[in-house]
């Protein structure tokens, strides 16, 4: 399976999210993870029984959390690490961590860290296109099928507000 690209702008009604969930029997890499829609999307992927990376920026915020869904949803279904996305070394460091956690290939990547600044456009345009970009060559790197991957899905995520 080739590495799929998705690129979507939603917003997230709780009537959508109490739905049955869908079998995601999958390893998934969710940046952003620590809070609101990648929370979110991390307890989706856990309810249909996939494996979850959480990964964000505010490192206490994602380690509770996970604590919270391990709880919930068992030990060894959900980890946390700490990623900055406009870090490439950081996000190697955790690609390889989160295929360790796996024991095998990430399969879907939903690059979902995002921020919304009126003062400070640098900062914005660096994790909102720069973390984005670098997150998505890296799972094309590592996934695709031309590269040696098994293939893969690739989800970009943003909010209404950021708009």
Known sequence: MPVVLF??????????????PQNMNRNFFITGAA???????????????????????AKEEGEKAMKELEKEFGTGKVCFIHLDVRDE??????????????GGQVEVLMNNAGLFSRTNWKLMLDVNLGGL??????AMERMGVSRGGKGGLIFQTASLAAL
Do not use: C, P, Y
Request: aromatic share 8%.
């Open 133 to 138: 970009a670098t997150g998505t060559m890296i």
């Open 35 to 57: 809070q609101g829609i990648g929370l979110q999307l991390t307890r989706r992927a856990l309810l249909g029984n996939g494996r979850v990376v959480m990964t964000d920026l």
């Open 89 to 102: 070394e950081m996000w190697r460091a955790a690609w390889d961590e989160a295929e360790k956690f796996f």
């Open 7 to 20: 690129t979507l702008i939603f917003r997230v009604h709780h009537s959508v999210l109490d739905r049955q």
